[in-house]
RNA sequence: GUGGGCGUAGCUCAGUUGGCUAGAGCACCAGAUUGUGGCUCUGGGGGCCGUGGGUUCGAGUCCCAUCGCCCACCCCA
C-alpha cells in the first residue's frame, strides 16, 4: 500500500468517532442554550473574500491558503477560517435587515498549508459562534461566557483565558505613534520580520516571539494605556460583565490582532501541556469586518475552538465519547435453503426497527456465534435444519445462554418483547 | 520555509560486533466427537524490514539520497 491520507490529514475512524459526536453535541446544545444557531456555508469562497476578510498581511493569507483556479478561470480557496464566510453570507442575504443581533455558529473543517505538528493539522475542524449587530459590551462577555461553558461542560479543567483590548482605529493612530518614537531607535535590533512589520502591521510586532526582540521590546508602550474613553468605557464594561458571572481571566498586554477592523476586545483560551499550540480558542470584535467585506457599517464579534486541540487538551480528562447504536439481533444459520430464509428474517426485523446482521462470511455455525458475540448482541436468531423441518426458529439469549423454540409467526413480536420495543 | 527524532507483520514492538528459510504478543482464520459464543490448547495465513542507490563474499543491521510520519521554530485553532 503506497496511497495514504495527504500530509496534516487524518481519518476519523469509527472507533474515535463516538468522542467527535460527543464535541459536536456539547458544543451544538451550549450554542443553542444561549440562542446561537447553526449556519452552514461552503468549504470553498472566492479567493478575494479571506483576502479581505482576514487580511491580506496575515501569515493565513500569505502563505497557508489552499488557492485554486476553477475551470472556469475562477481563484478559489478552500476556506482557512469561517468567520469571513458567516460575514459573507450575512451580507449577501441582507440578513442586517433582519432584528439585530444576529447569533450564529458553526462547525465544520477549514484548512490551511502549514507543517503540521502536535495540535497542527492542514485539515483541522473549528467549532465557532459569531454575533453580529451589536455594540454591547455585554454581547463580548456573553460570547467569552460560551467559549468557556463550552469547555467546561466537556470537562477541560486547567485552562486560562486571556484578555486584552486593542481599541478603536482613533486609539490605535495615537498609539501607533507612540510605538513608533519607541522602536525608532531600536529597529536594527529587531528581528527580520519584525523589521517589515515596523512599516507594514506595526502591532504585530508586540507578540512576536523572538526572544531578542520581546527583549528589545521591554518597557514598550502598552496599547490598552492608550484607549480613548469610549474604547476604555468598553473594556471596563466586558470585565465588568465577566466578573459578574465570575469568569476568570488574565490581562495580557501581547495579546494583539493587526488588522484594522479587529476591535477592542481580543481573548485567547490556552490550555498546558497539549504541545507548543497551545492555543485551544481565540476571537475578538471585529466592527470594521462587515464593512470591509463590502456590508454596511455593522459590528460584529466571534470566537473558534480549534476541535482537534480541545480533544488534545480533554484526553486526560478522559471525555466520554456518545456510544454509537449496537447491534441486537443476529440472525445465524446453516446451509444453503436456510439462508434464503435467514434472509428474509433479517428483513422483517429490521423493518420492524431492530438493529440486526447476519454472516456474510460463509462461516460455520460455531464462527457466526462467535461473531454474534463480538457484536455484543442480545439474541442470536438460529435457523437451520431442524428448525425449518419443524418451522420454528431458536432464539439463544446471549447472556443468560438460555435457548428456546419459538413459533415462526411469533419472533418479531417475542423479539420486541425481550428488547422491550 | 528551517531544524531534530523515527520508519521491521493489521497493531505494539524484539532483532546481539552485518552471517544461514526475519521473530514475539495481540488481532485474524481453522480445528479440539460431525448445529452453537466469551476461557484454554493446537495449527495456519500474513512482512519488496518505507523507497532507490552504494559498501561488502554477505545488510533489517553500515553509508548516501529520497519519501513519509512525529516533534519543534514561525504562526495560529
Known amino acids: 500500500m503506497d496511497i495514504t491520507g495527504p500530509r496534516g490529514t487524518y481519518d476519523i475512524l469509527p472507533d474515535k468517532v463516538g468522542k467527535w459526536h460527543r464535541l459536536e453535541r456539547v458544543m451544538r446544545q451550549t450554542a443553542e442554550l444561549y440562542g446561537y444557531q447553526e449556519v452552514r456555508t461552503p468549504l470553498f469562497e ?24 476553477d475551470k472556469g478561470g475562477r481563484s478559489l480557496t478552500l476556506r482557512p477560517e469561517g468567520t469571513a464566510p458567516c460575514a459573507r453570507a450575512f451580507i449577501q442575504h441582507r440578513v442586517y435587515s433582519q432584528p439585530q443581533p444576529t447569533k450564529w455558529y458553526y462547525i465544520g473543517p477549514m484548512f490551511r498549508y502549514d507543517r503540521p505538528q502536535a495540535g497542527r493539522y492542514r485539515q483541522f475542524h473549528q467549532f465557532g459562534a459569531e454575533t453580529f449587530g451589536s455594540r454591547s459590551p455585554a454581547v463580548d462577555a456573553e460570547i467569552i461566557t460560551l467559549m468557556v461553558d463550552i469547555v467546561t461542560r ?20 495615537e498609539y501607533r505613534r507612540k510605538l513608533a518614537e519607541f522602536l525608532q ?25 523572538e526572544r531578542r526582540c520581546q527583549e528589545v521590546l521591554t518597557g514598550l508602550p502598552v496599547l490598552r494605556d492608550y484607549l480613548c474613553a469610549e474604547c476604555a468605557g468598553h473594556f471596563a464594561a466586558v470585565r465588568r460583565y465577566l466578573d459578574q458571572y465570575a469568569i476568570a481571566y488574565v490581562l495580557d498586554d501581547r495579546l494583539v490582532r493587526g488588522l484594522d477592523y479587529y476591535t477592542n476586545t481580543a481573548f485567547e483560551l490556552h490550555v498546558a501541556g497539549i504541545g ?12 470594521g469586518l462587515v464593512a470591509a467585506c463590502g456590508g454596511p457599517d455593522v459590528p460584529g464579534i466571534g470566537f473558534a475552538i480549534g476541535m482537534e486541540r480541545l480533544l488534545l487538551a ?37 423493518q420492524a426497527g431492530i438493529r440486526t446482521d447476519r454472516d456474510y462470511m460463509g462461516r460455520s455455525l460455531k464462527a457466526q456465534m462467535k461473531q ?50
Open 154 to 173: 466537556l470537562g477541560l479543567r486547567d485552562y486560562e483565558v486571556h484578555l486584552n483590548s486593542v481599541g478603536c482605529g482613533r486609539c490605535r493612530l
Open 46 to 69: 472566492h479567493t478575494e473574500l479571506f483576502a479581505r476578510g482576514v487580511g491580506d498581511t496575515t501569515d493565513i493569507v500569505q502563505k497557508e491558503m489552499y488557492t485554486f483556479q
Open 276 to 287: 507548543a499550540q497551545s492555543a485551544v480558542g481565540g476571537g475578538g470584535r471585529y466592527d
Open 185 to 209: 531607535p531600536l529597529q536594527a535590533e529587531l528581528c527580520d520580520d519584525c523589521r517589515k512589520r515596523v512599516d507594514i502591521n506595526p502591532l504585530r510586532i508586540i507578540d512576536c516571539k
Open 314 to 350: 480533554l484526553e486526560e480528562n478522559l471525555v466520554e465519547a456518545v456510544l454509537p447504536e449496537g447491534l441486537e439481533v443476529f440472525v445465524a444459520y446453516t446451509g444453503e435453503e436456510c439462508e434464503v430464509v435467514a434472509h428474509q428474517v433479517l428483513r422483517e426485523l429490521r
Open 372 to 421: 454474534a458475540d463480538r457484536l455484543q448482541v442480545a439474541l442470536v436468531v438460529l435457523i437451520g435444519e431442524e428448525e425449518m423441518k419443524k418451522s420454528f426458529y431458536t432464539l439463544r439469549d446471549m447472556d443468560t445462554k438460555a435457548q428456546y423454540q419459538i413459533e415462526q409467526a411469533m419472533l418479531v413480536t417475542e423479539i420486541k418483547r425481550i428488547l422491550g420495543k
